[in-house]
C-alpha cells in the first residue's frame, strides 16, 4: 500500500509503498482510511520535536487524525463490524488501568499515539484497537470529520470540562479564532449559555467568529485586555487561551476575573503569576491535553447534528510533501485532509 513515511528529521517525507498492517492482537482492528488530517504537529515531528517524547523509530507512517472503513477485525471485536465508518479516537488504550476505567483514558498508563510513537492513518490503511473506533452514520464522508480527531477533541475536551462554570449569566473568552479555536467557539455556542467573547488578531477570523456564535469580537491590537475587561465587567468565568504564547498567555490570565478559570490549551509561552495573585482571588489555571474516547463520541453527536462543522481542504495522499508545505506556510484555510 501507499504510505506517507518520515524517514528522517529535518527532511520532507516520502510517499513508499509498504507491505499492509495485519491483525495480530484479538482486539486489533484495520481500518480502511477515508481521510487523513494534515496538523501543524506533523511539522513539528519532522522538526524532530517529539523525537525524545515519542522515541518512535524510523522509518514510521505519519497520520494521527483518521476517519474511514472498517476492513477486518480480531476475534474478540464486538462493537465495530467490517464496512463500519468510523473517526478513530488517537490513542489506543487499555481499558484496565485506574486512568482508563476512571474515564481519563488520554492519561492511559499503558497507551500508544499512531502517527507519534509508530505507523498512523496516512496510508491505505491503518492497525488500531476496537478501543478507538467510533461508530458514525454511514452517510457521514470520513475526509469530512477527520480532523476532529485531534484538533476537535481537544478544543471540545476543554470546553466540556468547564461546562459546571459556565452558567447562563456567566462570561467565556477565547483567545484565537484559529484551527482549534473556531471548533472550541462552536462547542461553546452548542453546550452553554455563556456571553461569548473571542479575542484575535486577524480580522476576518473574528468575522467566521461572530457566524459561529460569538457574541462580541475584540481585535487583538494592544488595548484588548482592557476591552475584554469592560465588556466582561471586570473579566472572564473562563478564559479559553488557544494561542498561549508570544505574550497571550499572561494577557489570557489578566482576563480572567475573581475566582475565574484560565483554561490553556495552546503552548509555548511561559505563564508569570505572582501566588499572592493566585490566593488573592482564587483563580485557577487548568491545562488541557487532547480528549477521552466520550468527549471524541459526543463531539461526533454535534457534529452529525451540523452544530460543529469544519473547512477542510483534501489533497490525494500523494500530495502530502505539497499539503505540508502548504500548511507550513500559511496556504491551508482551515484543515488539510489526505484521502488515499
Ligand atoms: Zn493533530
Ligand atoms: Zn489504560
Known amino acids: ?6 524517514h528522517g528529521y529535518h527532511q520532507q517525507p516520502v510517499v513508499d509503498d509498504i507491505p499492509e498492517p495485519k491483525i495480530s492482537g484479538p482486539l486489533d482492528v484495520i481500518v480502511k482510511i477515508g481521510g487523513a488530517g494534515v496538523c501543524r504537529t506533523d511539522l513539528h515531528i519532522i522538526e524532530g520535536q517529539w523525537e525524545q517524547a515519542m522515541n518512535p523509530a524510523l522509518p514510521y507512517v505519519l497520520g494521527h487524525e483518521n476517519a474511514g472503513w472498517i476492513q477486518e477485525v480480531g476475534s474478540a ?8 465508518t468510523v473517526i478513530l479516537h488517537p490513542t489506543p488504550t487499555c481499558g484496565l488501568c485506574h486512568a482508563c476505567r476512571a474515564g481519563d483514558d488520554m492519561h492511559c498508563e499503558n497507551n500508544s499515539f499512531p502517527g507519534l510513537s509508530h505507523d498512523g492513518g496516512m496510508a491505505e490503511y491503518l492497525l488500531t484497537s476496537a478501543r478507538c473506533c467510533v461508530k458514525l452514520d454511514p452517510s457521514t464522508q470520513p475526509k ?36 482549534l479555536g473556531h471548533i472550541g467557539i462552536q462547542c461553546i455556542a452548542a453546550l452553554t449559555a455563556a456571553d461569548l467573547t473571542v479575542v484575535d488578531r486577524n480580522p476576518d477570523a473574528l468575522k467566521l467568529a ?6 462580541h469580537t475584540v481585535v487583538a491590537d494592544g488595548n484588548h485586555v482592557a476591552a475584554v475587561q469592560e465588556l466582561t465587567k471586570g473579566g472572564a468565568h473562563v478564559v479559553f487561551d488557544f494561542v498561549a504564547e508570544q505574550g497571550a498567555e499572561n494577557e489570557g490570565w489578566a ?8 483554561y490553556v490549551i495552546g503552548y509555548g509561552g511561559e505563564l508569570h503569576i505572582p501566588t499572592l495573585d493566585v490566593i488573592g482571588t482564587e483563580r485557577n489555571v487548568i ?7 466520550n468527549d471524541l463520541a459526543e463531539l461526533m453527536v454535534l457534529a452529525q447534528a451540523g ?8 489533497y490525494p495522499l500523494a500530495q502530502a510533501p505539497e499539503a505540508l508545505a502548504d500548511l507550513d506556510a500559511g496556504r491551508v484555510r482551515g484543515r488539510a485532509i489526505l484521502v488515499p
Open 1 to 6: 500500500m501507499k504510505a506517507v513515511r518520515i
Open 77 to 84: 471485536v464486538t462493537n465495530v463490524a467490517v464496512g463500519d
Open 144 to 179: 469530512d470529520v477527520a480532523a476532529l480527531a485531534d484538533a476537535g477533541i481537544t478544543a471540545y475536551h476543554a470546553v466540556r470540562k468547564a461546562l459546571p462554570l459556565l452558567y447562563p449569566g456567566t462570561s467565556a473568552v477565547v483567545i484565537g479564532a484559529g484551527g
Open 210 to 215: 461572530e457566524q459561529l456564535g460569538a457574541a
Open 255 to 262: 482576563m480572567t476575573r475573581r475566582a475565574g478559570s484560565y
Open 287 to 293: 491545562g488541557n491535553i487532547v480528549g477521552t474516547y
Open 307 to 314: 452544530k460543529v462543522t469544519l473547512h477542510t481542504r483534501t
